[in-house]
């Protein structure tokens, strides 16, 4: 079975500051695909950021970035410039040998002016 | 269309009506997911389209739901006799092929709440 873990269900940070959300996943497949979306109060998933596991350079996409341990199984956002509209709850997903997106709980992630 | 749609944007029923929820995906694109997602809680996985099939429909909550795609476009998202433990945000989401590389990209929503 796939799970996807998310520890954090809600963090707060300054503006102009640096956060790191956290996100654990166990698979038994050895080609799979992990992805950040952020979904606001308008409820619209919005794909942040994606990463294959068999690239070890960690994905970047301007201000977001992920740290992928692949031994560790673990896969952690970080955003940098914190800006007041990257408030938003952070969903962790999984997808490997099937079609479907594994989600975590989510992280509910408030930047505070 | 330039993104994925949902209509309604919100449904408030009765318990025991039938709700029929509807998904436009992104023009072109072939495959199709519907999510559901309880208050509170990450994206349960319900079913999947290639095309107008659905080979894999074990993500159903239970016999009370369905679903269709025509045209291999439009779907709709069927509940009979609705339960109050159905109420939750439908999502749809639409990738350009089936793959796991393939990027989904997810509509709005539709809010459903059973009285």
């Known amino acids: 079975a796939q799970t996807v873990t998310q520890s954090q269900p809600e963090m707060s940070v300054q503006e102009a500051e640096t956060v790191t959300l956290s996100c654990t996943y166990d698979?038994?497949?050895?080609?799979?695909?992990l992805f950040w979306y952020k979904q606001p109060p308008s409820r619209q998933m919005i794909l942040v950021i994606r990463q294959e596991a068999y690239k070890q350079q960690n994905a970047t996409e301007n201000r977001f970035s992920v740290n992928f341990q692949k031994a560790a199984k673990s896969f952690s956002l970080k955003i940098s410039d914190s800006q007041l509209g990257d408030t938003a709850m952070y969903f962790c997903?999984?997808?490997?040998?099937?079609?479907?997106?594994?989600f975590g709980k989510g992280t509910k992630l408030t930047v505070n002016p | 269309g330039a993104g994925v749609s949902q209509s309604p944007s919100n449904k408030v029923t009765e318990k025991g009506k039938d709700v029929e929820l509807r998904c436009d995906p992104i023009?072109?694109?072939?495959?199709l997911y519907w999510y559901r997602q309880r208050l509170g809680q990450g994206l349960e996985f319900l079913i999947y389209?290639?095309?107008?099939?659905?080979?894999?429909k074990s993500g159903l909550p239970s016999d009370r739901f369905s679903a269709e795609r025509t045209g291999e476009s439009v779907s709709t998202l069927t509940i009979q006799r609705t339960q109050q433990e159905d109420s939750a945000v439908y999502l749809c989401?639409?990738?350009?092929?089936?793959?796991?590389?393939?990027?989904?990209?997810f509509g709005p929503g539709t809010r459903l709440t059973v009285l």
């Open positions: 389209f290639q095309g107008n099939s659905a080979p894999d």
């Open positions: 997903a999984l997808r490997s040998g099937s079609e479907k997106l594994v």
């Open positions: 023009s072109g694109h072939t495959a």
């Open positions: 989401a639409s990738s350009l092929v089936l793959g796991a590389t393939d990027t989904q990209y």
């Open positions: 698979t038994s497949e050895s080609n799979y695909y």
